[in-house]
T-cell receptor, first 111, second 114 residues
Framework: RKEVEQDPGPFNVPEGATVAFNCTYS??????FFWYRQDCRKEPKLLMS???SGNEDGRFTAQLNRASQYISLLIRDSKLSDSATYLC????????????FGAGTRLFVKA | ETGVTQTPRHLVMGMTNKKSLKCEQH?????MYWYKQSAKKPLELMFV???????ENNSVPSRFSPECPNSSHLFLHLHTLQPEDSALYLC?????????????FGPGTRLTVT
């Protein structure tokens, strides 16, 4: 079983749609969680951290469910510029810190 | 953006060549990372340095040799690579190597091994 799993997509949605991505992780030693965004042929960039209480940043909402070991990202009112690959990132604390990236979910927002 | 720079941006090398990738961060960070990104696969963490000390070697073959002379510079020395080593090699830095710190990535070096 992969340590971090994401639906690879692609998700094809019209502008203005709401889209949700899920990510599951297998190691209960997972301590911190993030969503990164990677545009085509570019480097990954942090989109937002994910907190236990859930957090929102404009049109983006992230949730963490430790009991079920998954995190989610909700994008409301999708824009063309949201088209990218969204990477789920988990940091394990097993004595040292280890960062594990999911394979990413591709999103295409169409006019 | 010039927070994390990498050179060269593209590299083609034969299996018998020796080359080095360079990464420099201008953010005052203390931790630096090397990742490998192959097509349709997740980023794979290769090495982590915190305050110039290697803290993670993720079972990387010895044909990849990292070097961190100071907190701002990170090198990846390559020798006798295989075609399957062709990938995008990304460098990143963060304030420290702890769990809560955002990682800032460089643009990557696209490596092709012939």
């Amino acid at each position: 079983r992969k340590e971090v799993e994401q639906d690879p997509g692609p998700f094809n949605v019209p502008e203005g749609a709401t889209v949700a991505f899920n990510c599951t992780y297998s190691n209960s030693a997972s301590q911190s969680f993030f969503w990164y965004r990677q545009d085509c042929r570019k480097e990954p960039k942090l989109l937002m951290s994910v907190y236990s209480s859930g957090n929102e940043d404009g049109r983006f909402t992230a949730q963490l469910n430790r009991a079920s070991q998954y995190i989610s990202l909700l994008i409301r009112d999708s824009k063309l510029s949201d088209s990218a690959t969204y990477l789920c990132v988990v940091v394990l604390n097993t004595g040292g810190f280890k960062t594990i990236f999911g394979a990413g979910t591709r999103l295409f927002v169409k006019a | 953006e010039t927070g994390v720079t990498q050179t060269p941006r593209h590299l083609v090398m034969g299996m018998t060549n020796k080359k080095s990738l360079k990464c420099e961060q201008h953010l005052g960070h203390n931790a630096m990372y090397w990742y490998k990104q192959s097509a349709k696969k997740p980023l794979e963490l290769m090495f982590v340095y915190n305050f110039k000390e290697q803290t993670e070697n993720n079972s990387v073959p010895s044909r990849f040799s990292p070097e961190c002379p100071n907190s701002s510079h990170l090198f990846l020395h390559l020798h006798t690579l295989q075609p399957e080593d062709s990938a995008l090699y990304l460098c990143a830095s963060s304030q420290h190597s702890g769990s809560d710190y955002e990682q800032y990535f460089g643009p990557g070096t696209r490596l092709t091994v012939t």
